[in-house]
């Protein structure tokens, strides 16, 4: 299966509270009703949050002290603009990057002090001094090509996955079709915010038909019998019989 496979999907009942089955191509499969939706509410989450919309900035009662050192110095100056436009401010603004005091602390190898004055809020989750020098050392792995900050990433997941239509929850043949519509337009529609596939085939029906149509052609040639047993025609006093023991 790929994601063209999904455009043309028929969606059938919910199974088991659990899964919607769909028709896509000359497939069968099963789509995992919690992944689909997860992730469908992380690239939704996702949008957000890049847009501005769900991220804001939080500034600390009292700033905090980093000790930091001389590589992370200048890990926050080379890439003061993209920690800053996440929403960490730091007081290296109002440092001058070439003092004397500075030099010193570069020659003797030392630990450089810095107050971290606020912390990006996403979602509603404060980000912590942790969680900056976590993304420094990306950027630095990355040379700077980082966009996201691992630890948004994380609320990101946990949002999406706690918000997501969860096993059991029973769902109309509508809402199965909307989670499948929507599903169809994400950029990674066969995996969830954690890695799990949303989507399983299950049967070639073109492979199945052949075998039924193989099947057929045997029976014919055995007097009707497959495997010991018989089709019967049918008929109202077969259907009367059945109707009886079904009561009894």
């Not at 497939?27 to 690239?43: F, G, S, Y």
């Not at 003092?99 to 809020?121: D, E, G, M, Q, Y």
């Not at 077969?238 to 009894?248: I, N, V």
Request: hydrophobic share 40%.
């Amino acid at each position: 299966m790929n994601k063209n496979s999904l455009k043309e999907a028929i969606v059938l009942q919910q199974i088991d509270k659990k899964y919607i089955p769909i028709v896509a191509g000359k497939t069968l499969a099963v789509v995992d009703q919690h992944a689909a939706d997860e992730r469908i509410r992380l690239e939704e989450l996702r949008q957000k949050v890049l847009s501005g919309e769900a991220k804001e900035i939080t500034f600390l009662d009292a700033e905090k002290e980093l000790m930091l050192p001389e590589i992370g110095h200048q890990l926050l100056h080379s890439y003061a603009k993209e920690i800053k436009e996440w929403g960490w401010i730091c007081n290296i603004h109002a440092q001058d990057s070439k003092s004397f005091k500075r030099n010193l602390n570069l020659l003797h190898n030392r630990p450089t002090v810095i107050k971290l004055v606020a912390v990006p809020c996403i979602l509603g989750v404060n980000l912590s001094d942790i969680d900056l020098t976590e993304f420094l050392q990306q950027l630095a792995d990355t040379d700077g090509s980082s966009t996201i900050p691992p630890s948004v990433l994380r609320v990101l997941n946990s949002k999406a996955c706690r918000g997501a239509i969860m096993f059991g929850d029973a769902l109309l043949h509508s809402e199965c079709s909307l989670i499948i519509e929507e599903l169809k337009h994400t950029s990674l529609c066969f995996q969830c915010a954690h890695g799990r596939p949303t989507t399983a085939p299950l049967v070639n029906l073109e492979t199945l038909h052949k075998q039924i149509a193989k099947t057929t052609l045997h029976t014919d040639d055995s007097n009707g019998l497959w495997h010991g047993l018989r089709r019967h025609e049918l008929n109202v006093e077969r259907a009367e019989q059945r109707l009886m023991s079904a009561s009894c």
